[in-house]
Nanobody
Framework: DVQLQASGGGLVQADGSLRLSCVAS????????IAWFRQAPGKEREGVSC????????YYRNSAKCRFTFSRDDAKNTVYLQMNSLKPGDTAVYYCAANTNPRGSPYLESYDFWGQGTLVTVSS
């Protein structure tokens, strides 16, 4: 069975840090771009960051640049999202997702597999 298991969320104060992880199984991890999306209460799901499958090139939404770092360890079928300088506006459920497009995509509907989400709450 295909699984994407996200973890690492929690409650943190503003300017704090968290590291999210997403462990994949059931598919050829190396062949997939992986992305993090998030969904805040009452808002649409939005892309946060993506890492390509081939050269591990990373892409970030503007609000995440210089604060978040996305990395992947293909030997462990795992991706990591290091989030620093967190703001209350980062509060959301964070989802990892896998895409056969080696560059990934900003479009939710293009993703093949989704994890269950992990809640990040940033207090002011």
């Amino acid at each position: 069975d295909v699984q994407l298991q996200a973890s690492g969320g929690g409650l943190v104060q503003a300017d704090g840090s968290l590291r999210l992880s997403c462990v994949a199984s059931g598919f050829t991890f190396d062949d997939y771009a992986i992305a993090w999306f998030r969904q805040a209460p009452g808002k649409e799901r939005e892309g946060v960051s993506c890492i390509a499958s081939s050269d591990h090139k990373t892409y970030y939404r503007n609000s995440a640049k210089c604060r978040f770092t996305f990395s992947r360890d293909d030997a462990k079928n795992t991706v990591y999202l290091q989030m620093n300088s967190l703001k209350p506006g980062d509060t959301a459920v964070y989802y990892c997702a896998a895409n056969t497009n080696p560059r990934g995509s900003p479009y939710l509907e293009s993703y093949d597999f989704w994890g269950q989400g992990t809640l990040v709450t940033v207090s002011s």
